[in-house]
């Protein structure tokens, strides 16, 4: 079993940097999800752990052991990619088995080592097809297949259910999340596509621009974003913003938007107080934390429906409040026609405030 250190670590194609400092340390036998949007530097981030990237600078360790220099075949990992890259004239047994016969392993420990993991894999029945004779799916399980039987100390799998259908996307989610847990190995695994990150990690670290954002537990990345860039990025719908000012009154610390103005939580003005009160913050919220009513209320804001849509268990209703949109998810018997008045109230125990200068969260 390994953890794994990165630390200071950089990637320059050129005179460009793909990654920026990044500074990670993945514990024996944890699920780390990467994830932020496409060319953050979370493919090039996992091939210096692969060791098929020369690292710029900084240092990789798996246990006490520095990697930097060490041969991809030396490192004790097994990779999946999202093109699954399977050799297309073997079969999906031979697949499987390829590196452990490449070891000169035996073939009847081979034999038992493919079968074990078709079985949990569900793709016994699959082992004399031709990658051709599979679906996307079941080509991604033969990829993950052969990551298994090489009994890695470390999974590195970049976007490996990314081409599949949402539903078997979905699916595939469960399955990983079980057999990474039932393996115990420690698996660093990429991705743009946040349910992902936060339904299979026990962490996750969010890249923006080759920069780490936010290193932490799917909760805390979701209730606690660091920065306006984490709060809108993660969660889906987004998180709604508001251009705001911070006025003191009194002992009280007001929100003020152009059209309304709402106090803050005692705990959170003494926040703001303690960091010096700044003028020019966004208010962020989201669609699931806000309250939609046909009547006003204290401290309800006045808002316009202008769509709703519904969405089986769930409406989404799109309103505007001043010249902002603010999007409101809500029960699916909420009516209302586009252009009637409505009054939202926020939760205010889980709304956020970020620095308009910094983007830096308040709280
Ligand atoms: N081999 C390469 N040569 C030059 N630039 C690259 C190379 N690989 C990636 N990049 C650039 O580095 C940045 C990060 O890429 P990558 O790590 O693949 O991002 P992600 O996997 O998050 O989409 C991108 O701007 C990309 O264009
Ligand atoms: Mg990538």
């Known amino acids: 079993m390994a953890s794994v250190s990165i630390k200071n670590v950089w990637k320059y194609y050129g005179e460009t940097a793909a990654v920026k400092d990044l500074n990670l340390e993945v514990q024996n036998g944890e699920f780390l999800c990467v994830l932020g949007p496409s ?3 979370k493919s090039s981030s996992l091939r210096m752990l692969a060791g098929l990237e020369h690292i710029s600078a900084g240092d990789i360790h798996f246990g006490d052991r520095r990697v930097n220099e060490l041969p991809p075949k030396d490192r004790d990992i097994a990779m999946v990619f999202e093109n699954y890259a399977l050799y297309p004239h073997k079969t999906v047994f031979d697949n499987i088995g390829n590196a452990l016969k490449l070891r000169k392993v035996d073939p009847t420990t081979i034999q038992q080592k493919v079968e074990r993991a078709a079985e949990m894999l569900e793709i016994k029945h699959l082992l004399q097809r031709k990658p051709m004779e599979l679906s996307g799916g079941q080509k991604q399980r033969v990829a993950i297949g052969r990551a298994i039987v090489r009994e890695p100390e470390l ?3 970049d976007e490996p259910i990314a081409h599949l259908d949402a539903k078997l996307r979905a699916h595939m989610r469960g399955e990983l999340k079980i057999l990474q847990r039932k393996l115990g190995t420690t698996m660093v695994y990429v ?12 962490r996750v670290a969010v890249m923006h621009e080759g920069v780490l954002q936010q290193y932490g537990t799917p909760q805390e990345i979701y209730h606690k974003p660091v920065n306006a860039w984490v ?6 719908p987004p998180m709604n913003f508001l251009d705001c000012e911070l006025v003191q009154e009194g002992d009280a610390i007001q929100v003020k938007h152009s059209t309304f103005s709402v106090s803050l939580l005692p705990e959170q003005a003494s926040i703001i107080n303690s960091a010096k009160l700044e003028r020019k913050v966004q208010l962020a919220i989201r669609p699931d934390e806000i309250h939609i009513n046909g009547k006003q209320s204290a401290e309800s804001i006045k808002a316009e429906v202008k769509i709703t849509e519904p969405l089986g ?3 989404l ?3 505007t409040v001043g010249k902002e949109k603010v999007l409101v998810k809500t029960k699916p018997d909420f009516t209302a026609s586009m252009g009637e008045e409505c009054f939202l109230s926020f939760d205010k125990q889980r709304w ?8 830096l969260a308040f709280f």
């Open 39 to 41: 060319g953050c530097g």
């Open 155 to 157: 999974f590195l799998f």
């Open 191 to 202: 991705t743009h596509d946040q349910m992902e990150a936060l339904s299979m990690a026990d």
């Open 231 to 236: 709060a809108g990025f993660v969660g889906e």
């Open 313 to 315: 268990g769930d409406m």
């Open 317 to 319: 209703v799109d309103t």
């Open 352 to 359: 956020h405030v970020f620095s308009s200068e910094t983007g």
